[in-house]
């Protein structure tokens, strides 16, 4: 019985994907870090998106310092060390919404679509985004700091703890942003973004301590105003500028900063895997 030869192919040193990409440490924070570098040279080429945080919070401290604050605090220089932490605040949750329209905007143009033909991390884009977001968010307390400046506020607390309170909005705005990137992957229309979003940050702007103190304030709204993620940003910042008692806020304001991100960032990203 004659046995049949068998030739064995010559193998081909083929590089297994999980092995090739364990030779790249960290890939996803490598693209995402690249795709927010992507994100900050558009804005960087579209300076007028920066209104929002640039002109907004020296109009409105403007028009609520000295409008409105001879009649809600005597004089407008209280008022202004009053309202200038809750102006900040909500500048950088309103700030959150820019992102969610200009993924949108991003996906009826069709960009993601070349991002999925990359070889990246699918979430890569989303997480760049954000993180590209953080220099809005910058602008946004110097801006704030500096017209106010000008206008007269003072930092009582120290210096530590002023850092602090800016670095504490900016974790805060970058939690807040992944609602509005999960509303952003939702929706059909840029547009459509921009107006849920709105009815979103306006209540919880107008009803927490940001322009009056909240003992102010009806009853009935006074429940929500100290369940409120901005009351708690808010008078933690006010705190920490102002050198007085921090209180629980610092802890209730991180404990919704995880609670956002918990939430919201795998239901974007679920939402971002189900459009591309």
């Not at 004659?2 to 030739?7: D, F, G, K, P, V």
């Not at 609520?64 to 102006?87: D, E, K, M, N, R």
């Not at 209730?252 to 995880?258: K, N, S």
Request: one cysteine or more; proline letters at 5%.
């Amino acid at each position: 019985m004659s046995t049949a030869t068998l030739t064995q192919a010559p193998r081909t040193s083929v590089v297994p994907k999980a092995a090739e990409v364990a030779r790249k440490p960290f890939p996803l924070v490598r693209h995402s870090l690249a795709l927010a570098k992507r994100s900050l040279i558009k804005t960087w080429r579209t300076p007028e998106a920066l209104i929002d945080v640039t002109l907004q919070p020296a109009i409105f401290l403007t028009i609520f310092v000295y409008i409105f604050g001879g009649a809600v605090a005597g004089s407008t220089s209280q008022y202004l060390q009053f309202l200038l932490p809750g102006i900040l605040a909500q500048t950088i949750a309103t700030g959150a919404i820019a992102i969610g329209v200009n993924l949108n905007t991003d996906l009826e143009k069709g960009i993601f679509d070349r991002f999925r033909s990359l070889p990246v991390p699918r979430s890569a884009p989303l997480l760049g985004a954000v993180l590209g977001d953080v220099v809005r968010y910058v602008i946004v307390i110097i801006s704030t700091m500096g017209v106010g400046y000008l206008m007269g506020f003072r930092i009582e607390g120290s210096l530590l703890a002023a850092v602090a309170g800016c670095l504490l909005a900016i974790l805060f705005a970058l939690s807040l942003s992944w609602v509005s990137v999960f509303v952003g992957m939702k929706v059909r229309t840029s547009g459509a973004v921009q107006g849920i979003m709105f009815l979103i940050i306006m209540p919880l702007s107008f009803a927490s301590t940001t322009f009056v103190a909240g003992t102010t304030l009806p009853g009935w709204m006074q429940g929500f105003v100290k369940v409120n993620p901005l009351t708690h940003l808010v008078d933690s910042m006010r705190a920490l500028f102002l050198g007085q008692p921090v209180g629980s806020h610092v802890w209730w304001t991180l404990a919704w900063c995880v609670g956002l991100v918990a939430v919201f960032m795998p239901l974007a990203l679920r939402a971002y895997r189900k459009k591309v």
